[in-house]
């Protein structure tokens, strides 16, 4: 039995936002991104030739709907705080058969969605959620239904969160487009924001639509809601939340089938749009390290990020001077359950900063790792490279805050130079990372594993998705988490954050998802 199966059923959430300067960039780029303007570049996958087309007027889709631009949609202001929990629906037919489903209605659960579902039911048994919106389409309804189970409450149906309109594209196999639209197949797959069929730019399209679906959610009196909708418009839902992640980071955030992930909004001091808080992402009833696919490209490149535990003498993470204090029990229960959580992937490398809790977390993977053959989870013994990064090292930085740094969003209220000394630390951190992974072999699975504290996490994550320090309130890290980034272009390309935050392997030992990180005792 892998780890993978043995993981406890558990799931868990994600944390905020500022406005920030109007920057679009995607996770680890290495080229600049043009903007969706009226005069853009097509670029065939026929020819290596370029020409230069302007995008007629938008036209009304199947459902009569006449796109705006997402950005002319401000989020509403929220006057108490509100968690929203977004679940994709479970293993469709045409899931299981690779077809192209968009916005279509032919395809039901298979039996194993209907498990991912059931899991999911259990996972947020315990959750008073006040209200369920779904979209209508049969296989997200129905894992909606699920869900929901006996709640008295009635489901409520949105057009709005129907997934992406794919017009002729809908109920092809995908060797099928392939065949019969080459070139517009091929532009889908490498550059979706400016994919047009049928006289629609469905990227742009569904942004304007995820956008306007907020309206809607945060208008309404509940404070804890549960929307389940799909893959593509969940990840529109969390971008446009994040105020000025645009169409660019389309398959950016990932979402698994019954993936959940959890944003929690907080009242603007000044009665604007809310802050952000993601707390979770795509967390997935099994484990997120499965072989697989990224955004449907394999993927053998993965940086996975570890939070580590906290020392005994710092039971709440206030104190950054404990740093070389041992680890307390519980850090220790942490770091053995995600080495477990490790056996999955050949670990490479693990790199940690010089602090005493990376270091002992380190060591816990790194002897699980060399144990794989009597562990049973490899035939051979592993052989793990460990090193110290002075980039990871952030508790001289960490020690000038006033800020408690046990409370979520903390980094948002910290004093400027903290920001900013912490952010260009993370900026030497993640360029160390991705020069690691870049050392490693050119076939065949390549994992590193970075041991750090989650301030750091949370920074390098910015700088993986190329946003601007202003953010780094904007997420959380528990500790003991993973988040995990994959690269299907390798080191030099885009990263696709397969997951942040994720704790289900911490069992009994892990934040449940009914507790709130926002500071609010009434919610």
């Not at 209508?136 to 008295?152: F, G, M, N, V």
């Not at 990932?254 to 604007?272: A, K, R």
């Not at 990020?305 to 709440?316: I, R, S």
């Not at 030497?428 to 072999?441: F, K, R, Y």
Request: aromatic share 6%.
């Amino acid at each position: 039995m892998s780890s993978a199966t043995a993981l406890t059923s558990h799931l868990f959430l994600l944390h905020k936002t500022n406005d920030f300067s109007h920057r679009r960039r995607r996770c680890g780029c290495r080229r600049s991104i043009f903007k969706q303007s009226r005069l853009h570049l097509v670029k065939s996958s026929s020819s290596l030739q370029e020409e230069i087309k302007v995008p007629p007027p938008p036209a009304a889709n199947e459902w009569g709907e006449v796109p705006a631009s997402w950005e002319s949609i401000p989020l509403p202001p929220v006057t108490a705080a509100k968690r929203v929990v977004l679940v994709r629906h479970g293993q469709s037919t045409w899931n299981a058969e690779g077809r192209i489903q968009g916005s279509s209605d032919f395809s039901v659960l298979t039996q194993k969605g209907e498990s991912q579902a059931e899991t999911s039911r259990l996972m947020l048994l315990d959750d008073s959620f006040d209200v369920c919106f779904s979209s209508p389409l049969i296989r997200s309804k129905r894992t909606a239904e699920i869900i929901w189970s006996s709640r008295e409450e009635e489901i409520i149906t949105d057009s709005n969160l129907r997934e992406i309109d794919l017009y002729s594209f809908q109920g092809l196999l995908k060797n099928e487009g392939k065949a019969k639209y080459g070139a517009a197949f091929r532009q889908w797959q490498i550059d979706a924001p400016n994919f047009n069929i049928d006289g629609h730019y469905p990227v742009r399209e569904l942004w304007a639509r995820a956008r306007s679906c907020w309206t809607k959610i945060l208008t309404h009196e509940s404070r804890s809601i549960l929307v389940v909708a799909h893959n593509a418009v969940n990840q529109a839902l969390v971008a446009t939340a994040i105020v000025g992640l645009g169409t660019e980071y389309f398959r950016i955030l990932l979402q698994s089938n019954c993936g959940v992930s959890v944003l929690d909004f907080t009242p603007d001091p000044e009665g604007g749009s809310p802050q952000i808080c993601v707390n979770r992402l795509n967390q997935t009833p099994s484990s997120p390290l499965g072989s697989g696919s990224s955004a449907g490209r394999k993927s053998t490149k993965r940086i996975i990020l570890v939070t580590h535990g906290l020392p005994q003498n710092d039971v709440e993470g206030r104190d950054p001077s404990s740093a070389d204090s041992r680890m307390n029990i519980l850090a220790m229960i942490q770091a053995q359950k995600t080495a477990e959580l490790l056996l999955d992937v050949k670990v490479r490398t693990i790199v940690s900063s010089s602090s005493r809790t990376a270091l002992e977390t380190a060591d816990a993977i790194s002897k699980v790792q060399e144990a794989a053959d009597c562990l049973g989870a490899d035939c051979v013994p592993r052989y793990v490279e460990s090193k110290q990064i002075p980039d990871l090292d952030v508790d001289s930085i960490l020690k000038q805050t006033k800020q408690d740094m046990a409370q979520p969003g903390w980094l948002r209220g910290s004093e400027d130079h903290v920001v900013q000394a912490l952010w260009d630390q993370s900026r030497a951190a993640w360029g160390s990372l991705v020069g690691e992974l870049s050392n490693g072999t050119s076939e065949g699975e390549d994992v590193v594993v970075a041991v750090g504290h989650p301030a750091l996490n949370i920074a390098i994550m910015g700088h993986c998705l190329n946003l601007t320090k202003e953010w780094l309130g904007s997420f959380h890290l528990d500790a003991g988490s993973i988040t995990v980034v994959d690269f299907p272009d390798g080191p030099t390309g885009n990263g696709v954050i397969r997951c942040i935050n994720y704790t289900a392997h911490l069992g009994r030992w892990s934040i449940p998802i009914t507790r709130s990180t926002i500071d609010d005792e009434n919610f």
